[in-house]
């Protein structure tokens, strides 16, 4: 069995015990198999703290999208802890997973991010129907008792911080450019100030303009939720706006 | 409390996504939807149709003993004389009608006489022993809604449908044709016969027929002996009054037996008679012969149907699959959203559901326009008597294996979506 290497290019990447908040994410000694046949998959211990963002990258295939299945709970790990905000997932019956997803997790795919049959609105609103806790934290933000209204509002506000116009919100997806499917993605990642933001290469099918404005937007509107965000990537142009970046390496079964 | 809210929820967002996502594929699912449409309709309506004609063939006749006509099959004897479908092949002479109305063994005998048609429905010349005496349904006598029953020369007694499709009543005039079929091209001008009577319908042969007695069959055929009316031969009403008649023949006759232990030793000795070959049958043997041979029709389209069904649900199955293979990715967003594996399951069998349901509801609602476009039809020529009923539990269970049937086959991507959610993957895009 190979063992996968990383580097953590932080300045201080085991001073997770200082801050008062809890680390948004904390991974120790994660190995994944997909089929019972391969040899395990491992990933570097990480720690990060509430609000920071990591770019993770890697070569294709060195398991970027399995390690964000496995931080979303859709996977279970074979070995090795995960904390999510100071919450062990792995000891998570899968309704209590799927339940700690809808709370505290927005997810962003590489391409087809949409549900086709929902407005760009719709779309965006969708986490805080399958949250009752993303859906309060609106409320109370706002302070009104049409949690409705509340709801609608604050989606349209996220949308148009996005740059999405006004006209575009009640069109479905097929209607509108990658680029806008892509920032209504980030708008419902951002949707009731989830915890954690996990993106898989969002910004692949964009041109360098886009994908720069996406990246600032996405980021920009984090840092005002306090969200944590991952962020895999293997365009290295991209590192720079991040706080730590963390490379997989490619495991030498694949590579010979 | 909390965990009611968030089902309630749940439930809701499962309509509401369910919705949308019906009207978004609506054209592919209408298409889904109308081929299972027809294959329920079909199959409903062959089980409804069945049924009814069924019920409608055993209540032509009853507490009729006997059928006696002359020497034929027993099906041929049914067909023409309760039926009048087909014609007789032979006549039953006077003679041997009078030797069985001097039997004792027989409490009463209905004659009747064949041949000649009004616009198409059968005139059948017979006596007051047919109002007297003919039963059908649960043992039910012909009952009048206007008039009375013929008793004298040139007279006529209209069955239900052919006064109402010819909006004739009491009093009106009528001109027989001379012989079957809806175009006569002799007809009996010289002898008008007058309306007295209009029969209670009874969803029987009876209410394509009018009846007449066997005196005006035989004098409305005077100068007729070559086929023809040759004119000044024929008689007026009031030649054919001072004359008296005795038919040569008569078509057939139904009798009722005193004691019916004897019945089949009477049968056997009508079968058996030494100076005409003559045919006595049951009516009840004949029917059930009659019914196991459409039975055999009525078993092979049962099948056909079933095999429309099971294409039906295939074809249901394949598109429904298809479909969810579409949905795969916008599966991965919920369940990347937090939607758990019993809604993603729901949202599969909602769907499903839903076309079923509106399949079912299309169904009835085209079976009872075809019943009602088609009875008409069927009763003007078959004489049998299709009406609108609410379904007998035969018919509810069948209509409810379709949503239940859909549910199964809507139950096998929820299963694969219910087991991806136990070993799911990250934005898995297809195996369904
Ligand atoms: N559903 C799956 N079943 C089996 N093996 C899988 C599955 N998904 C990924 N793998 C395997 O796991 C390994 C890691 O895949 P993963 O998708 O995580 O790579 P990645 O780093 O995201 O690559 P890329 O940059 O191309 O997206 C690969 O060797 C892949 O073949
Ligand atoms: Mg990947």
């Known amino acids: 069995m190979t063992k996968t290497t990383a580097t953590m290019i932080t300045p201080d990447s085991d001073s997770a015990s200082a801050p008062l908040a809890l680390p948004s994410l904390q991974i120790r000694e994660l190995t994944f198999r997909w089929q019972s046949r391969q040899p395990a998959l491992t990933f570097p211990d990480i720690n990060l703290d509430a609000g920071d963002h990591l770019f993770l990258r890697g070569a294709s295939g060195s398991g970027k999208s399995t390690l964000l299945g496995l931080l979303a709970g859709l996977n279970t790990a074979d070995n090795g ?167 997989l390496e490619q495991p030498s079964w694949l590579s010979s | 409390m909390a965990i009611f809210m968030t089902t309630r929820m749940t439930a809701h967002l499962a309509l509401t996504l ?80 009078q030797a069985l109305k001097d039997d004792e063994r027989l409490s009463w005998l209905i004659p009747i006489s064949l041949g000649d048609s009004y616009n198409g429905h059968r005139m059948v010349a017979t006596t007051s022993a047919m109002f007297e005496h003919f039963r059908y349904g649960r043992s039910q006598p012909l009952t009048l809604q206007r008039g009375q029953w013929f008793n004298d020369l040139f007279e006529v007694v209209l069955g239900a449908d052919v006064a109402r499709a010819f909006n ?71 030649q054919a009054k001072q004359r008296n008649f005795i038919p040569s023949n008569i078509t057939a006759a139904f009798a009722g037996v005193e004691r019916k232990v004897l019945t089949f030793r009477i049968q056997r000795d009508i079968n058996t008679y030494g100076k005409e070959p003559l045919t006595a049958i049951l009516p009840g043997v004949a029917l059930s012969e ?18 429309v069904v099971v294409v039906c649900l295939i074809s249901l199955a394949t598109v429904l699959l298809t479909l969810q293979a579409q949905r795969s990715a916008e599966i991965a967003i919920l369940r990347a959203t937090g939607a758990s594996a019993g809604l993603i399951a729901s949202l599969y069998l909602l769907e499903s559901l839903a076309i079923a349901l509106l399949a079912c509801v299309l169904a009835l609602a085209l079976g009872a326009a075809g019943i009602a476009a088609v009875s008409p039809w069927l009763q003007a020529n078959y004489g049998v008597l299709l009406t609108l009923r609410p379904l007998n539990p035969d018919e509810w269970i069948l209509l409810a294996a379709v949503p239940v049937a859909a549910l199964v086959i809507g139950l096998m991507p929820a299963l694969s979506a219910w087991r991806r959610g136990r070993r799911p993957g990250w934005q898995v895009l297809d195996d369904v």
């Open chain 2, 18 to 97: 369910t919705k949308s996502s019906l009207w978004h594929r609506r054209r592919i699912l209408l298409l889904v939807t109308l081929t299972l449409t027809l294959s329920v309709s079909l199959l409903l309506g062959i089980q409804y149709v069945r049924s009814e004609i069924r019920q409608s063939f055993t209540n032509t006749i009853s507490n009729t003993d006997l059928i006696i006509g002359a020497r034929s099959g027993q099906l041929n004897l049914l067909l023409y004389s309760v039926f009048h479908i087909g014609d007789a092949t032979n006549n039953l002479s006077w003679q041997s009608y």
């Open chain 2, 290 to 307: 009659l019914w196991r041979l459409l039975g055999q029709f009525e078993k092979a389209l049962l099948g056909i149907t079933g095999f």
């Open chain 1, 81 to 247: 802890d995960i904390r999510l905000l100071g919450k062990s997932i792995r000891g998570l019956a899968p309704s209590a997973r799927d339940r700690f997803r809808a709370d505290h997790i927005g997810v962003i795919f590489q391409q087809f991010n949409l549900v086709p049959y929902l407005t760009a609105l719709a779309n965006v609103i969708l986490p805080c129907q399958l949250s009752p806790v993303r859906r309060d934290r609106i409320s109370s933000e706002t302070r009104t008792s049409d949690t409705r209204a509340a709801i609608h509002a604050k989606a349209k506000t996220l949308l148009s911080a996005l740059s999405i116009p006004q006209e575009l919100h009640s069109r479905k997806p097929a209607q509108l450019s990658i680029g806008q499917q892509q920032r209504v993605a980030a708008a419902r990642a951002l949707m009731g100030a989830p915890e954690l933001i996990l993106a898989d290469e969002p910004t692949s099918a964009l041109d360098s303009n886009n994908r720069d404005r996406f990246m600032q937007l996405l980021l920009e509107m984090a840092q005002q939720n306090k969200t944590s965000v991952v962020f895999v990537s293997h365009d290295p142009a991209l590192a720079h706006h991040f706080h730590h970046q963390i490379e």
């Open chain 2, 168 to 238: 004739h009543s009491v009093g009106d005039q009528l001109i027989m044709g001379h012989g079957g079929g809806s175009v006569s091209f002799a007809r009996h001008d010289s002898t008008p016969f007058t309306v007295t009577g209009v029969l209670d319908t009874t969803g029987t042969p009876v209410d394509q027929a009018v009846y007449i007695s066997l005196d005006s069959m035989e004098a409305m055929h005077v100068g007729w002996e070559s086929g023809v009316g040759i004119p000044g031969r024929t008689l007026t009403l009031e």
